[in-house]
């Protein structure tokens, strides 16, 4: 069989480096497997549960190495079920290339079985690129900008391939004549930094401050040692957006952790409090926990121009590399004399950590986990760079707050889609990546049941290919969604709608066991700290299903008298659904804020 344009795609994108294709089969991409089975020594092709599992192992991929995550799906249904995990790679900016099968070339128009309009479907995920490959040489060029624009933009890219043309012979390269396309492969990034005077005016800013807070976020993942420094300069706080968790280590003692609905009191205090803000690589888009307007002098850096000043009219907003930017942006730093500031933020930091500590010890209500207690065990038996990935539900609560993270650790969500289910497919994406590290996700048991379950099978199909077999789920079963019945209780005083928010009951370790992998069922605090030694020493992957207290609210670290009041008549509201014991948890959550803690 001579060389088809399908096995010219798969040499592509083993020219632009590429190792691994997240997917699942179907017709419309026969001619693209085939080549794939013929090139399986240096392009391995993950079969996932579901195409939108696929998505999210891309998406994870990318969001762990900051490789491009490339996954490949069938014409109409298998294209369909990609876009949830697709959204995910483009509101976070990961670049993400998306590689789809279509009816014949010659069928195309002709209302055929799976015929979908993928070019208008995908117009707006893949809006930064998407074509559709009319004949074979045009491969070369289309799979070389989609990785190329996928990796510049930082965004979604897709190529579809009609089903007849990836069969058809490989024409490798275009002729040179009129209307012919000689593309290359390879990305050389640019080294993005502010011109000199705009650094100057940055300093000025910040050199006159008197009270700076840092806000950073995945865009200063590789910059860990500027922002301390810089901070340090700056007698500054340093309070981390969710997606950037892995950016300062815990343990700096002026990180005051995350910010939003998810963050610490000590992130929201200093927002409160601060004369100048410093953001760099975050676009947290909840601009009510950051400074009033006019409250602050402020000054950004963000690799994309298009973020910049739209969560903050900036004083000054600019486009440059996070750890460039802040290396050049130092030494024009006057290290402040006066430190009260940060060493008022240092206690609150230090108060708070107590504060978890305390939330996080072991305790049960009602013959359930406090949840806390599962994070807080968790964080201290971390493995060295174990890589975290959190699903959308109250366990992203837990995990923002109670998880200590250390320096070569990694941590992921769904940052700005906020989408359930990535928790698990992150996990399994990044022991394909990093085969030798401790994956562990945490996710809810309304998650679980929308895929994470099936995706375990994935899990147990290749985990003897890993050679660290360590992944841990742990899934919080508190057999709600639980996370929008505090919403609900919180933000609309309604008591929960058990028609909507009540799970049924798996055991989970069970079903762990039943498909060949380890389970440990967690139904008192006594056994977490041993549920996590079993799991770090298990040879396979582990199940950790932890009956958890849903009566445990994860409400933000400030309490707005709207809120305060919307909670109050859900509780009127609804009589009988354990809410005492929330009622108690409340007033324990309002006790945190009053002075003197
Ligand atoms: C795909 C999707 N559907 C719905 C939501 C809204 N949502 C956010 S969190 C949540 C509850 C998650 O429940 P579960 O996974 O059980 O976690 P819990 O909060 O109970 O710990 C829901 C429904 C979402 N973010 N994504
Ligand atoms: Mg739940």
């Known amino acids: 069989m001579s060389k088809t344009a399908a096995d010219n795609l798969c040499e592509r994108l083993i020219a632009w480096d590429v190792s691994t294709i997240y997917g699942f089969p179907g017709d419309g991409i026969n001619g693209l497997l085939g080549a794939l089975r013929r090139h399986q020594d240096e392009l391995r092709f993950v079969q996932t549960r579901h195409e939108e599992m696929a998505a999210f192992m891309a998406c994870g991929h990318a969001k762990f190495t900051g490789e491009v995550g490339v996954c490949m799906a069938t014409s109409g249904p298998g294209a369909i079920h990609l876009l949830n995990g697709l959204y995910d790679a483009k509101l976070d900016h990961r670049p993400v290339v998306a590689i789809v099968g279509q009816t014949f070339v010659r069928a195309i128009g002709g209302d055929f079985q799976q015929e979908v309009k993928l070019l208008q479907l995908y117009s707006d995920v893949a809006s930064a690129f998407c074509e559709q490959v009319n004949e074979p040489s045009s491969v070369r060029h289309l799979i070389d900008r989609a990785m190329r624009i996928a990796q510049t933009e930082r965004t979604v890219t897709c190529v579809i391939v009609p089903a007849d043309v990836q069969d058809m012979e490989a024409v490798e390269s275009q002729p040179h004549k009129t209307h012919t396309v000689h593309s290359g492969v390879g990305y050389w990034p640019g080294r993005l930094v502010p011109a000199r005077d705009q650094l100057k005016q940055a300093a000025d800013i910040l050199n006159a401050g008197e009270k700076v807070a840092m806000l950073v976020g995945q865009g200063a993942l590789h910059a860990t040692d500027e922002v301390i420094a810089v901070a340090d300069a700056l007698g500054a706080g340093v309070a981390k957006a969710l997606l950037g968790k892995a950016a300062v280590p815990d343990d700096v003692p002026f990180c005051t952790g995350s910010i939003g609905l998810l963050g610490t009191k000590p992130s929201w205090d200093m927002m409160q409090g601060a004369d100048t803000l410093l953001m760099v690589g975050s676009s947290f888009p909840y601009s009510e926990f950051l400074p009033k307007e006019g409250q602050v002098k402020a000054v950004q850096i963000d690799l994309l121009g298009r973020m910049l000043s739209i969560r903050y009219p900036m004083d000054l907003a600019l486009e440059g590399d996070s ?6 942006l130092l030494p024009l730093l006057a290290r402040k004399e006066d430190r009260s500031w940060q060493e008022e933020i240092k206690k609150d930091v230090t108060d708070w950590w107590r504060l978890m500590d305390e939330q996080g010890e072991p305790a049960d ?15 201290s038996q971390l493995p060295e760079k174990a ?15 109670h998880i200590r993270i250390r320096r070569g650790m990694k941590a992921m969500l769904s940052g700005n889609l906020a989408t359930m289910v990535p928790g698990v497919p992150y996990a399994i994406a990044a022991k394909f990546a990093y085969p030798d590290r401790v994956s562990i996700a945490m996710v809810g048991d309304g998650a679980m049941q929308m895929g994470g379950m099936a995706e375990m099978l994935t899990a147990a199909k290749y985990y003897k290919t890993w050679a660290d077999p360590r992944l841990i789920v742990l899934v919080l079963t508190n057999e709600d969604l639980n996370q929008v019945t505090w919403e ?40 977490i700290e041993g549920a996590w030694r079993e799991a770090l020493s298990a040879d396979r992957p582990v199940i950790i299903s932890a009956l958890t207290d849903p009566n445990e609210p994860p409400l933000p670290p400030h309490i707005t008298f709207e809120q305060a009041e919307g909670f109050a008549k859900s509780i009127l509201a609804d009589p009988q659904g354990g809410l005492p014991g929330a009622v108690e948890a409340v007033r324990e959550k309002v006790h945190e804020f009053l002075p003197g803690r």
């Open 365 to 379: 209500r009602d013959g359930r986990v406090r949840p806390q207690g599962l994070f807080t065990a968790l964080s």
């Open 387 to 401: 890589i975290l990935s959190s699903d959308s539900g109250s366990a992203a609560n837990w995990y923002a707050r």
């Open 323 to 328: 750890k460039e930017s802040l290396a050049e």
């Open 488 to 527: 609900q209780r919180v933000m609309e005083g309604d008591p929960q709608f058990k028609a909507s928010q009540e799970i049924p009951y798996v055991d989970y370790a069970a079903w762990a066991e039943l498909i060949g992998l380890h389970g440990i069922k967690i139904t008192t605090s006594s056994e």
